[in-house]
């Protein structure tokens, strides 16, 4: 049954059940407290879904709430409505409209205030000039057999001395788990990293095939530098990065490094 009967709305069905199964604990030997401890449910909400004798549907849902006494008026909404969507304000969010109106000795509501009349109109959208934020699809691809989908990157390893580090480079089979390629530079570099895919192609013995080659790996610069991109062009190979400011985009990678 959950957790019914705390700060949960309960049906009465649902109530009528409850009060059903503590009942034959009890007829059985049960407390009633461990019966309704062991079905979620507390004491005392059970004795007040019986005080009537019978269980009742619950009443909150039905309850007179009083209007609070600051709520914005009609006419409020319009002239906040009015104020967003002037020439001068329709390109700007409201925690600038905010401050702008301060400036000139007006004051018409809070941002938020702003924020929620605006989203219950519906208006609630992207402001301004520039380019509304889109979501990057996930990167997706299916591995049937080996050398299909590699993913790499690239890892600290402790140097000779404290704050001195070596790069590890290592590139993944997802379909097989093998380690097709690893190689340990001084630096992080877009040609390291050209050097070490070119190697892995020779060492797994890849030639043109129907399907290309698929290489993932992040959004870091030795991914995406133009000796690399240009490496990958000419093997043939087909680049994929995860999305921006998303860490688990390239979980096998991080998982072995």
Same mark, same amino acid.
């Given at each position: 049954?959950?957790?019914a009967? $705390?700060?949960s709305?309960t049906?009465?069905a ?5 009060i059903q199964?503590?009942?034959e604990? /009890?007829?059985?030997?049960a407390?009633?407290r461990k019966?309704?401890d ?5 004491? $005392?909400t ?5 005080k009537?004798?019978?269980?009742a549907?619950?009443?909150?849902p ?6 609070p006494?600051n709520?914005l008026? /009609?006419?409020?909404r319009?002239?906040?409505l009015a ?8 390109s700007?969010p409201?925690s600038?409209?905010?401050p702008?109106?301060?400036d ?11 924020? $929620?009349v ?19 699809l ?7 057999e080996?050398?299909r ?5 690239i ?6 001395a ?12 997802i379909?097989?788990r093998?380690?097709?390629?690893w190689?340990v530079w ?7 990293s050209?050097?070490l895919?070119r ?13 290309p ?6 959004n870091g610069?030795?991914m995406k ?9 000419q093997l043939?190979i087909t680049?994929s990065?995860?999305?921006?400011s998303?860490?688990?985009d390239?979980?096998?990678s991080?998982?072995?490094?």
């Open positions: 049954m959950g957790t009967g $705390r700060g709305l049906s009465t649902n109530r009528a059940t409850t199964l503590v009942e604990a /009890v007829a059985s030997g407390r009633r019966a309704c062991e079905i979620g449910l507390s004491e $005392r059970l004795q007040r879904w019986c009537a004798g019978a269980s549907a619950d009443q909150r039905l309850a007179k709430r009083p209007i006494a709520k008026s /009609v006419e409020e319009e002239a906040i104020i967003v969507n002037q020439p001068e304000f329709q700007v409201p600038q409209i905010v702008t109106l301060a000139q000795w007006t004051y018409i509501a809070s941002e938020s205030t702003m924020y $929620r605006m989203r219950q109109a519906g208006e609630q959208n992207h402001r301004g000039r520039s380019k509304a934020p889109t979501s990057n996930k990167s997706t691809h299916c591995a049937t080996s050398n989908v590699w993913t790499w990157d890892t600290y390893l402790p140097g000779p404290k704050g001195l580090y070596f790069y590890l480079y290592l590139i993944l089979d379909f097989s093998e380690i097709v390629g190689e001084p630096e992080e570099t877009a040609e390291n050209s050097r895919i190697r892995a192609v020779l060492a797994q013995k890849i030639t043109c095939q129907e399907d080659l698929v290489l993932h790996s992040d610069s030795p530098g133009v000796s690399m991109m240009e490496t990958l062009y043939g680049p990065r995860s999305r921006p998303v860490s688990n390239n979980p096998y991080e998982s072995i490094i």
